[in-house]
């Protein structure tokens, strides 16, 4: 499967990582205070047993307070450096993980512009939100905290075993011998528990998919009286994620206890050895104290250095699939010279661009989906004259759209060329071929804001006259006067707030904004009132006046007005011609036609 | 009884729902909490062997330590065991207890996964057979984004309060009672120095964290917006590209982008300060006690091994204590989130009467002056009409008329309410059957029918396990949609939807007539379940259904005259009122509704199209 959750079972490898090291250079002065604050931090972590051996040897087991008050001072004095250790190394942490979240974001969103429209159509959007959302998280998450945690579990290992050895090289040694085990043991159980957090992590999605299903096919579950059937199933599946969550659980349960064993063999041994030197008298009380609280304290920044390695190593995955995003090359790409006189779709240079009458030519055309390994179209000639109506009617998912695409340059012929008013497309840049479409989407695609913003999107400096007499073209005007704040109503989240018949007459009103040469509508095929329908009629037949226009059709009014007809099946032109002729050839075109007329016909009765 | 009904949907509170959901972990949950105090309990004798263990060595005498020195003595250690050859045996001591604690945290750790894992798939089962019982007019009341999302993240957020918070609180609340029930009896000023922090350390990073909170909301927030513009960039990537606006949208995402790095920085440094802080209060809280340690040791009234069991006592509070704060802060997303899941389980579902019929369903179907309206806006007002048994209704209407109530209420996806008239099959009354009996005698092929992702065997077998393969292709070739079921690499085994292949809407319908065709059930309808195939494949479904249903009552709902002309009787519905009534034949007679679509469709296939749409 090309969008499974891919396990790393890999090894640590830096080459995954010199990936990002782009990324790495604007951050590297935090990154170095994150490094030497906690290194300040770990060594007074380290210093506090010593501080309390201190505290026991010299005034509690003497039994003296001389001098006690110069020895809190400097008690005191040692946290607030620590405090402020802390607060500056936490700080510069969030800032590297935030900050380098951020430009990976940046950098993902800005390269997914720029990518064609074949990766789009073979990508779910699911899959490409969680490479520029979750995924850099991840991996800003990793980078900052990683370096954290593996400074903070090497220093702090480091100035201990250092410290018990120094206190009392026999029990020291001891201690020391410990550390090793406790990281194998540490890293064995992590490969479990991670192993089980994946069943988990995959069992719930499986879990949410089956919520989603259950009630999208309530109706459908009901007159099959498959409720039990399905409720037993996903009590399978909630069986499933159970027993992962437990055994994950168990691994984790028994994994802090037996940690903790560790600790305590140690201060047997400190017991069992040490209170003998205590006793003859050449080990004090308070170092004592000091190597029982290592051995306790060790626990911690060795699971953390141990488990640094196997977080690293699942971060790869995240890396190599934004890594993967990031390197991937857009089909279709505007040649330098293209690019040097029309400029890109960051930069365009408006003042080169010839204006558009609107001929276009299918030259030989061959073409398959990048994806797909069928011809849909093979040496295909047509010649759209400007001006001229082209309908396209076929089922659903025959593959209506090819063509649109072609037009548009969402996808550029297998073979043979598409002529624009005489000249390859090829040798324009996109920007100006798609600054003269206008493009009505099937399920229209507003975005969150205002009507206003929604209608302008095309040309955003459009005044306020313009926008209405956009709106009055289409016969939108009276619409957006009765929504509550009229043109400033806010549209929701993807237009959600507004009626379909609403979003498809505003999104007319935006592709007539800029008026295009060439227009292309993908009539929608969803049931709109009446009247809005009859509306958006007589918007269609205005708006296409003069213009050269291709339109997926599905009603009978629309293809009658069309100059020209192709009949699409199975993903292939099989029909050509005009109403009259076509019906008359008693083929495909009049199966499809009796078609939609019975449910047309039925309606025009009342 | 009226009673009952009313207290039965008073809104419960949210702890009430979580209580009941509890029964059948309780018994874990119960050896949890004891499995957690034993584990303390060994947690807690560590020091005080290591104490008994330092102050035997010091010359205290093992009087002064009762409870430490009778469980030494188990072990065969008195307080001079340092001068013989006990030392080992303290280190085997050790590690026992420590065994034993480890025993006990491991016990109440798998305790504790067992009970709150099993309390949230209760939870989730509970949730789903709900959702799947609840009655057609919930479902269409709703948003599936809204449940789904309450399915799963509130289920999250429940889960991490019963595996987690739950038993932090506890663990929190019985350490420090048990540390400062040892520890005041040993030494007052010492316990007193110690306990003075506690208040402060809790309160700290409760008002803390309940403060933050609101920033913590925002950054959510700005992260939504920023996952909406992404979202929004992706699914209208041809809007984007069509009007070349990748400029505008890279900038939009980058100050939207900018702001939530922002807001996250802003309150990474609300947190480090308050990590700071939090790490000094413990610090002073240490100090605090070196001090008085040294002043009571001064007095006498402390031994070095006392002291040893302070530092020790005060570090393993500490962390409870703060993470208190955090898990009391929090608390109250946990009681919104049961009150929201309470919202879906205490919604009524479709029930059944115990007496409710299971007898076999035959005879004519009768509607006895129906009236229905969705809401307040009437669908079907006194509609009567009866089909007798094994003949064909065909029911004529534009959308809206009302023809697929009719069918919903015949398969009680909709209930009559009382006194709206009647519907009886054979003379008795359908609300009288069991539903689910009802529906497996009244099969239904929607206008668009929904296709599980599964395979498309076990779609046309409508997921029931009871018919062969072989059946199942039959049913396939009944309905023309086996040849294209061939094509598939997979054939029958080919999953269907986001994981598999898309179908068309007429291939669905198809698979959704196989599904009838193989349940054969004695009263079929067929809800304009033929509209996205063409005149011909209808006709020759049409044809083949003709041979195998005999005996069948059927009911069809169309706007296409052809299908419709092969019916017994056919109505006219308009506006949720019966227009015309009578067999196809004096229908076209006529000269209404009927005739004027037929003469209209029939203008087509004549090869006039002159007629025009409109």
């Not at chain 1, 691994?251 to 201060?267: E, K, Q, R």
């Not at chain 2, 029939?602 to 007629?611: F, I, K, M, R």
Request: aromatic fraction near 10%; proline fraction near 3%.
């Amino acid at each position: 499967m090309q969008y499974a959750d891919e396990t790393s079972g890999k090894r640590f490898d830096a080459g995954v990582w010199k990936t990002m090291l782009r990324f790495f250079v604007p951050h590297r002065k935090e990154l170095v205070k994150v490094a030497f604050f906690m290194l300040i931090c770990s060594v007074i972590d380290v210093m506090i047993p010593l501080y309390q051996k201190h505290i026991i040897d010299k005034f509690i087991f003497a039994r003296s307070s001389g001098g006690i008050w110069f020895v809190i001072a400097a008690g005191v004095a040692l946290m607030l450096v620590q405090l402020a250790a802390t607060v500056i190394f936490t700080r510069a942490a969030i800032r590297v993980e935030m900050g380098f979240s951020r430009d990976l974001k940046k950098a993902c969103f800005e390269h997914l512009q720029t990518l064609s429209l074949s990766y789009y159509n073979t990508t779910p959007v699911g899959y490409i939100i969680a490479r520029v959302m979750s995924d850099t998280d991840k991996i800003g998450l990793m980078i900052a905290w990683g370096l954290v945690d593996f400074m903070w579990g090497l220093s702090y290992v480091l100035f201990a075993v250092t410290a018990m050895l120094t206190l009392s090289f026999r029990l020291g040694i001891w201690l020391a011998a410990m550390i090793p085990v406790m990281a194998v043991v540490t890293a064995w159980f992590q490969k479990r528990i991670l192993s089980c957090n994946r069943t988990v992590r995959h069992t719930n999605s499986l879990i949410t998919g089956a919520f989603n299903e259950g009630i999208l096919g309530a109706r459908t579950s009901k007159t099959l009286v498959a409720e039990d059937i399905n409720i037993e199933e996903f009590g399978g599946l909630t069986g499933q994620m159970y027993r992962a969550s437990v055994r994950g659980a168990v691994w984790s349960a028994a994994y802090t206890p037996l940690m903790l064993m560790f600790g305590a063999v140690s201060v047997a041994v400190i017991m069992a050895r040490g209170l003998g030197y205590v006793a003859e008298g050449v080990m004090a009380f308070g170092t004592l104290s000091a190597m029982i609280s290592y051995a306790i304290n060790i626990f911690e920044p060795v699971q953390h250095l141990s488990n640094i390695f196997s977080e690293a190593t699942s971060t790869q995955v995240n890396i190599e699939r934004v890594d993967a995003l990031l390197k991937r090359e857009p089909e279709i790409t505007d040649s330098p010279e293209v690019v040097r006189v029309y400029g890109d779709s960051f930069a365009p240079k408006r003042e080169n661009w010839e204006p558009l009458r609107g001929d276009i030519c299918f030259d030989d055309v061959t073409f398959k989906y990048p994806d797909g390994d069928e011809y849909v179209l093979e040496h295909f000639d047509l010649g759209v004259p400007a001006g001229t109506r082209v309908a396209i009617v076929g089922e659903t998912g025959a593959g209506k759209s090819t063509l649109v695409n072609l037009v548009c340059r969402f996808y550029e012929p297998t073979s043979g060329r598409i002529l624009i008013d005489g000249r390859d497309y090829r040798d324009r840049s996109q920007l100006w071929l798609r600054s003269n479409i206008g493009y009505v989407l099937q399920s229209p695609h507003l975005f969150s804001g205002t009507v206003r913003d929604n209608i302008r999107y095309g040309r955003p400096d459009a005044s306020d006259e313009e926008i209405i007499e956009a709106a009055k073209l289409v016969s939108a005007h009276h619409i957006i006067e009765k929504l509550p704040e009229g043109l400033d109503s806010d549209v929701g989240e993807g237009g959600d707030r507004l009626s379909t018949g609403e979003k498809q007459l505003v999104s007319f009103a935006r592709a007539v904004l800029t008026d295009p040469r060439i227009f292309v509508l993908d009539e929608a095929t969803s049931s709109i009132d009446t009247e809005t329908e009859l509306l958006i009629q007589r918007a269609v037949s205005r708006v296409l006046a003069g213009r050269t226009s291709f339109l997926i059709a599905h009603r009978l009014s629309t293809i009658k007005m069309a100059d020209l007809i192709l009949a699409v099946r199975d993903g292939k032109i099989i029909e050509r011609g005009t109403h009259s002729e076509l019906l008359r050839k008693g083929g495909y075109y009049r199966q499809l036609y009796s078609m939609q007329y019975e449910i047309e016909a039925f309606r025009s009765i009342d | 009884m009226n009673d009952l009904a009313e207290t039965g949907n008073m809104k419960k509170h949210p702890m009430g729902l979580l209580l009941e959901l509890s029964a059948g972990s309780r018994g874990l949950y119960l050896i949890a909490c004891a499995s957690l105090l034993a584990a303390i309990a060994c947690n807690f004798l560590l020091p005080q062997l290591i104490r008994f263990l330092v102050d035997s060595v010091n010359g205290v005498p093992a009087s002064k330590m009762p409870v430490v020195a009778r469980i030494a003595g188990l072990a065969g250690l008195d307080s001079g065991f340092a001068r013989g050859g006990g030392l080992t045996r303290a280190g085997l001591l050790v590690v026992a207890v420590a065994c034993v604690g480890g025993a006990f945290n491991f016990a109440h750790r798998k305790a504790l996964a067992l009970g709150a894992e099993g309390l949230v798939k209760r939870l989730r089962d509970r949730l789903y057979s709900r959702i799947q019982r609840m009655p057609f007019e919930w479902h269409t009341s709703i948003q599936t984004g809204d449940i789904v999302q309450r399915c799963t993240s509130d289920v999250d957020i429940v889960r991490n309060f019963v595996f987690n918070q739950a038993i932090e609180i506890g663990r929190a609340v019985v350490l420090v009672t048990f540390a400062y029930g040892i520890l005041f009896p040993m030494n007052f000023v010492m316990a007193a120095a110690s306990f003075a922090f506690i208040p402060v350390v809790f309160f700290y990073s409760f008002i803390f964290l309940k403060k933050a909170s609101s920033h913590f909301l925002a950054a959510d927030e700005a992260e939504g917006q920023l996952l909406a513009i992404a979202q929004e960039n992706f699914s209208g990537v041809r809007v984007v590209r069509a009007f070349g606006r990748e400029r505008y949208e890279a900038d939009r995402f980058a100050a939207q982008n900018a702001y939530f790095a922002e807001l996250w920085m802003k309150l990474g440094s609300m947190l480090s300060s308050y990590w700071g802080a939090g790490d000094l209060l413990t610090g002073i809280q240490m100090l605090a006690i070196c001090a008085a340690g040294t002043f009571q040791a001064v007095a006498g009234g402390i031994t070095v091994g006392e002291f040893m069991v302070f530092l020790t006592y005060n570090s393993m509070i500490i962390w409870p204590v703060r993470g208190l704060g955090r898990v009391l802060s929090e608390a109250g997303k946990t009681l919104v989130s049961l009150g929201r899941l309470g919202e879906i389980l205490d919604a009524p579902v479709e029930t059944d009467p115990d007496d409710a019929l299971e007898t076999p369903i035959s005879g004519d179907i009768e509607f006895d002056r129906v009236s229905f309206s969705y809401g307040d806006v009437p669908i079907l007002k006194n509609v009567s009409f009866t089909v007798r048994e094994g003949t064909t209704l065909g029911i004529l209407g534009d959308t809206g008329s009302g023809k697929t109530t009719i069918a919903y209420l015949l398969c009680r996806l909709y209930d009559l309410r009382e006194g709206d008239g009647a519907i009886r099959i054979g003379g008795v009354d359908i609300r009288g059957y069991k539903r689910a009996f009802l529906r497996e005698n009244v099969g239904i092929v929607l206008q668009e029918p929904f296709l599980y992702s599964r395979t498309l065997a076990e779609n046309v077998a409508g997921l029931s396990k009871s018919f062969s393969g072989e059946h199942i292709r039959e049913a396939a070739r009944i309905s023309h949609v086996d040849a294209e079921i061939e094509r598939f690499a997979n054939a029958y085994d080919t999953i269907v939807g986001e994981r598999g292949v898309t179908l068309s809407g007429g291939q669905k319908q198809r698979v959704a007539i196989a599904r009838a065709v193989l349940r054969m059930t004695p009263i079929m309808i067929f809800d304009d379940s033929l509209s996205a195939v063409d005149t011909e494949t209808d006709a020759r479904i049409r044809a083949a259904l003709r041979e195998r249903v005999r005996g069948v009552t059927t009911v069809i709902i169309s706007h296409r005259i052809t299908t419709l002309s092969g019916a017994d009787r056919v109505i006219v519905m308009e506006n949720g009122e019966i227009a015309e009534t009578g067999t196809p034949a004096e229908l076209t007679e006529r000269g209404g509704i009927y005739r004027r679509v037929l003469d209209l469709q029939q203008s087509v296939d004549d090869g006039l199209p002159a007629v025009g749409g409109r």
